[in-house]
């Protein structure tokens, strides 16, 4: 009966953990509105169990050039549509852990086991589940961090620049409040040379 019962404990141990790890586009923006584009970047779905994953974005970088470690996001709860197949993910959790940091995150005072607050995170996966699409945006350095995984966006304008020195020094969302980095949608963008303008972000 033991065994009976030690092998059971064990299937359902091993159905509980399902992991599958997904290679795709990567960008993240930072706080200054800087984008950088990471290419064949992996992102961790990991059932632990139910309809309860956490999702584990590796090797993330929130400053260019250098990597901090990987963002865990726990407590993400799963809702599968019946028509479609497609799941979608989302969480309640306030708060992102830090784990398998690198000695880079020094410099942002980020250390093994430390959290940066989450301000919203959402994604889906295919019926297939093949592809894992995830958004992304939490706080560190005292900065907002925007991180897109799964899908291609328009970064063109995020170095934005021009003869003379024309790089932007200020963005307005259309209320008028002032904001980190460039978001979806129209923006209102001060450049360094005094000039004003709209960008549309898709």
Same mark, same amino acid.
């Given at each position: 009966?033991?065994?009976? =019962?030690?092998?059971? /404990? ?8 399902? +992991? ?8 993240? !923006? ?31 970088? &929130? ?7 990987? /963002? ?30 690198? &000695?880079t995150a020094a410099i942002g005072g980020v250390t093994e086991g430390s959290k940066s607050t989450l301000t919203s995170f959402t ?14 945006? /939490?706080? !560190?350095? $005292?900065?907002?961090?925007? %991180? %897109? ?24 969302? =259309? $209320? +008028?409040?002032?904001?980190?980095? =460039?978001?979806? +949608?129209?923006?209102?963008?001060? !450049?360094?040379? +005094?000039?004003?303008?709209?960008? =549309?972000?898709?």
């Open positions: 009966m033991k065994k009976v =019962l030690s092998i059971v /404990f064990f299937l359902m141990t091993t159905l509980c953990t399902f +992991g599958q790890v997904f290679t795709d586009d990567l960008h993240v !923006t930072s706080g200054a509105g800087r984008t950088t584009d990471y290419t064949q970047k992996e992102v961790e779905l990991k059932r632990v169990a139910g309809s309860r994953y956490t999702v584990t974005f590796k090797k993330l970088a &929130p400053m260019e050039y250098k990597t901090f470690g990987d /963002f865990e996001i726990d407590g993400v709860m799963s809702t599968v549509d019946a028509e479609t197949g497609v799941t979608t993910f989302a969480t309640s959790a306030t708060e992102g852990k830090w784990v398998n940091v690198t &000695p994604a889906t996966l295919s019926a297939d589940k093949s592809k894992f699409v995830a958004e992304l945006n /939490f706080m !560190t350095m $005292g900065s907002d961090v925007s %991180v %897109v995984f799964g899908k291609q966006i328009d970064t063109a304008i995020n170095t934005l620049t021009t003869a003379g020195d024309n790089t932007y020094v200020e963005i307005y969302n =259309l $209320g +008028g409040v002032r904001i980190q980095h =460039l978001q979806r +949608g129209i923006n209102i963008v001060r !450049t360094s040379n +005094g000039k004003v303008k709209k960008l =549309l972000v898709k």
